[in-house]
Each structure stands twice: as structure tokens, then as C-alpha cells.
């Protein structure tokens, strides 16, 4: 048996809040849209069922994480690749030979925001990946150390 492994991942709360996630069946969305490879990737062949997931909320006022949750399934087809009305929509996937992949992630509870500024203001998250310059990735892998200085951030 494996030790878990730690996630951020970004969404927009446009699309999916923390709230939206707490007050979905069993607290559980699926996590759709996912259009870049290396995050697919992340999913599709790093993730485990109850590795654990900075909620993080992206393209709004205050960036930052704003839940803790964990990965709830295995990799799975997303449908949306398969939806011409949807805008994730993508014509050269099949369903015989789908391109793009999602996890289900369950919301644990919602957290005060730790924004971007007072994640740089830390020194022991001065590698995380979501802190880089440039970094546009809406999922990416997080230390266990990182995780534990972000869980004592949150009780503050």
C-alpha cells in the first residue's frame, strides 16, 4: 500500500465553488474540463483514491486555496470531451479512444482563503509548484511537507 499523495487543483468558483462541492450529492464533483496533458496525466496515472486536494480557487478576486478535500475515484473518461453543447467539447476524441480524463473529488470542508501573497510570504512553500512564475497548470502535485505547512496555516 502506497502513502497518500497531495494535490492542488484549480477551479474556477464560476464553474465549481467549495460550496457548490460541499453541497453536491455525498459532497462529490466530478472534476471536468481538465484540457491540458500533463494535468490528465496527473489524474490518469499519479492519483489515488483518497490522496488529498488543496481546493483552489483560480480567475477570481482572491486566488487561492479555499477547502481541503480528496480524491474520491479512480480516472474515468470525462464526458464532456463527448458533448458538442458543452465548451469542453473536443472532436477528435472518441469514445472508443478517449483523450480526456477526470477524477471525482469530494469535499472535506471549506477553509478560510490562504491567497497567493501569504503562500509566497512562507519560505518552506517557496518551491511549490503553484507559486512558480508562469505556472498555468490547474492541477499539480504538492509535498507531503508543503501539505502539513498548509494545514497549520489553515488552523491559524
Not at 491567497?115 to 497548470?137: F, I, Y
Amino acid at each position: 500500500m502506497t502513502a497518500p499523495r497531495y494535490w492542488l487543483m484549480k477551479s474556477e468558483p464560476d464553474e465549481c465553488s467549495i460550496d457548490d462541492a460541499l453541497t453536491a450529492p455525498d459532497a462529490t464533483v466530478p472534476w471536468t474540463g481538465v484540457r491540458n496533458y500533463q494535468a490528465r496525466n496527473f489524474m490518469r496515472d499519479d492519483m489515488r483514491v483518497g490522496d488529498g486536494v488543496l481546493f483552489y480557487h483560480s480567475s477570481c478576486a482572491e486566488p487561492g486555496i479555499v477547502g481541503i478535500a480528496r480524491v474520491a475515484s479512480g480516472a474515468k473518461p470525462d464526458p464532456t470531451q463527448f458533448d458538442p453543447h458543452s465548451p469542453y467539447f473536443d472532436a477528435k476524441s472518441q469514445p472508443e479512444a478517449p483523450r480526456w480524463q477526470l477524477v471525482d473529488v469530494q469535499a472535506l470542508r471549506k477553509t478560510r482563503v490562504l491567497g497567493l501573497a501569504e503562500m509566497r510570504s512562507v519560505p518552506e512553500l517557496a518551491e511549490m509548484q503553484v507559486l512558480k512564475r508562469g505556472n498555468r497548470l490547474s492541477i499539480t502535485p504538492v509535498t507531503p511537507q508543503e501539505w502539513q505547512v498548509i494545514d497549520c496555516l489553515l488552523a491559524l
